[in-house]
């Protein structure tokens, strides 16, 4: 008998749990999956709990009843990873020998980076990245009768680099609702030179922005949160107020693999950006956020490696060369508020441009513009993710090759300017 | 207008270069004045042939932390020698592509 181990259920770790269970012989097979929490969230839902758009029971459901029963499931820490022999240590004492190992443990916020963040943790300074963290800043905002709202990205890279800007569309939304707008100010502090990473996208989101009054001060890099004076100051001395700060901290990948000497400097886990394997080790694959391969980190992101990674690890067990390459496709919505979304769709080498998705000129999406569709696109995503992403279930007409059906490859930058 | 030593080198789309072996000293003092460093200083130098060493490597431009890291350097000190983003500051100066962080 031998063993697939998979550390972490997470969305990278369940998909890959389901899709492996209906491929590999049970005769032959065992899998073990591996989580230190027994809920499931779906993280995208944290974006609209500080809004009371979704509620606490819509993000959360126990990890057991999304993977197969022919799947052994332990919840516990992982503590260590011996790559060498084959050998993981688990906090309940358990350790496990396995012949492949797929490490699927995302990466989460650290707050205890900066100096300062934690001073006044969940007082006046938030994460929404968590679910504890999006549950408490739908409890102040509730009493919030106005002042000076600061979101700052610590340091990039971050999980879902568009969430931050959907949080500040989504708090314009609010507030207006709310009749407060005028009494909130909004303010977007970034690392980057812009509104987003990708240079066509960031020009078009700066619009949005200016359009809804939030303001951005790019290149803001954060030294240290003063909550005695109620700013954030960066390394070159700049200043911003708040009255209620939200942060995206800085992001990790799990400790273990610091402790096991298999991650870089954030923890990320080396890794073929092609093949998703590790550079280091041939029978460790990574999936999702884990590993450092220079793709977008997001749900969606880790879906189109799955079909990569099974391939790759099917054609290795059988002794084949791997042939799946992962191009680095993304496809995200951003919500902008007001029941409308854009939707982007890159990789690697394709920086997000306009068009229609999936269909050419039928869409029903619109790339790199905003719609009301995209909006109905971005709330369906929950129930895809439970019912089809999680499942391992292909998504029709999405494939995770990125395809350039429906988009229009003139450089949008002409496209935008023209339609202004 | 292209400074003479800038001519003929093949950069991408936002002014990286795209092939490290055309780096010169010259060239890096030149990008370092575009990009508002007038001059460059011994502790500049120690960073950027720090950066080339471990573009070499792994062909690749290393992130923050590791410069800071492999360096032996604070981040304030590096946002003091390359102010606003250094990463991929340096990166520009020691003719490596923009730092993989940034997605
Ligand atoms: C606010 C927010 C909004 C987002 N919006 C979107 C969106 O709109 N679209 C999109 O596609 N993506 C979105 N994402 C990103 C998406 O949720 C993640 O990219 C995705 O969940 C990554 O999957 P993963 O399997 O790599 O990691 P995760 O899903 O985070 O799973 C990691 C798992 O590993 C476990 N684990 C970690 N360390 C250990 C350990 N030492 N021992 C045991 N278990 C461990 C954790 O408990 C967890 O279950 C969003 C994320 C956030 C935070």
């Known amino acids: ?420 | 207008m292209t400074a003479p030593v800038l001519e003929n080198l093949k950069l991408d789309a936002e002014g990286f270069m795209t092939d490290p072996s055309q780096w010169t000293k010259e060239i890096a003092m030149e990008i370092a004045r575009q990009e508002g460093i007038e001059t460059l200083t011994d502790a500049h130098w120690n960073i950027i042939e720090f950066c080339r060493k471990v573009g070499q490597q792994s062909g690749k431009a290393p992130t923050l932390r590791q410069i800071t890291e492999g360096a032996g350097v604070s981040t304030k000190e590096l946002f003091a020698l390359f102010p606003k983003g250094p990463a991929k500051k340096v990166a520009k100066i020691s003719g490596l592509g923009k730092p993989e962080g940034c997605v």
Request: net charge negative.
């Open chain 1, 1 to 420: 008998m031998k063993t697939l181990l998979i550390l972490g259920a997470g969305t990278g770790g369940t998909m890959a749990a389901n899709r492996m269970a209906a491929r590999l012989d049970p005769r032959e097979w065992r899998i073990v999956v591996v989580d230190k929490d027994q809920n499931h969230y779906y993280q995208p839902g944290f974006l609209f709990l500080p809004f009371g758009v979704y509620r606490p029971s819509d993000v959360v459901k126990p990890k057991r009843k999304l993977l197969p029963s022919r799947v052994e499931v332990i919840f516990s820490d992982v503590e260590w990873i011996e790559p060498e022999k084959n050998k993981v240590s688990l906090a309940n004492g358990a350790s496990i020998q396995y012949d492949y190992l797929i490490v699927a443990t995302g990466c989460d916020i650290a707050p205890e980076e900066t100096p300062g963040m934690t001073d006044r943790w969940h007082e006046n300074v938030f994460d929404f990245y968590t679910f504890e963290g999006a549950c408490k800043l739908f409890a102040f905002f509730e009493k919030f009768q106005g002042g000076r709202v600061v979101l700052n990205v610590a340091e990039m890279p971050i999980k879902c680099p568009v969430a931050p800007l959907e949080f500040m569309f989504l708090a314009d939304w609010y507030f207006t609702q709310r009749g407060i707008r005028n009494k909130v100010e909004l303010t977007y502090a970034t690392p980057l030179p812009g509104a987003f990473t990708k240079p066509t996208c960031s020009i078009m989101l700066a619009k949005v922005l200016e359009r809804k009054n939030i303001h951005i001060i790019p290149e803001f890099n954060l030294m240290e949160v003063d909550n005695d004076k109620q700013v954030i100051r960066s390394y070159d001395e700049i200043e911003v107020p708040y009255d209620v700060f939200v942060t995206i901290p800085v992001n990790k990948g799990a400790e273990v693999m610091k402790r096991s000497g298999m991650g870089d400097s954030l923890n990320y886990i080396p890794t073929d950006k092609h093949t998703l394997q590790s550079e280091k080790f041939p029978n460790v694959f990574v999936i999702g956020d884990a590993g450092n391969v220079p793709a977008s980190k997001a749900g969606s992101v880790a879906h189109f490696m799955l079909d990569i990674l099974e391939a790759n690890l099917l054609s290795h067990i059988q002794g084949e060369p791997m042939r799946a390459r992962f191009d680095g496709h993304a496809n995200c919505f951003i919500e902008t508020g007001f029941d409308q979304a854009v939707l982007i769709d890159f990789n690697y080498e394709v920086e997000p441009l306009p068009g229609t998705f999936p269909l050419p000129g039928l869409g029903p999406f619109t790339l790199l513009g905003e719609s009301r569709i995209n909006h109905w696109g971005k709330l369906a995503f929950k129930w895809i993710y439970w019912n089809m992403l999680l499942r391992g279930i292909e998504i029709p007409l999405v494939h995770s090759h990125m395809s350039m059906r429906g988009k229009q490859s003139i450089p949008a930058k002409s496209v935008l300017s023209s339609a202004d």
